[in-house]
């Protein structure tokens, strides 16, 4: 189930990006381990940098960079 109902548009983009990540997952049974394992092993094989968690100060973060410098927005 897409979770579109039937007046939605498509984008293809969007369409194209969600079925490469389905295969992805499948490809590594769903589990978030493997996903990032398998991203680690792309970006060393390819010589480019998949992701940073290098944040401004060039220590890894534990959380988003945009939380370090404002906090997030909340409804009042």
């Given at each position: 189930m897409s979770g579109r109902t039937p007046e939605m548009k498509?984008?293809?983009?969007?369409d194209e990006v969600r079925e490469a990540r389905r295969k992805l997952a499948e490809k590594c049974r769903f589990d978030v381990q493997r996903i990032f394992a398998d991203a680690r092993l792309r970006e060393e094989t390819s010589g480019h940098p998949l992701v940073s968690v290098v944040g401004r100060e060039g220590q890894v973060c534990e959380e988003p960079v945009e939380y370090k410098t404002k906090p997030p927005r909340t409804e009042d």
């Open positions: 498509t984008d293809p983009i969007v």
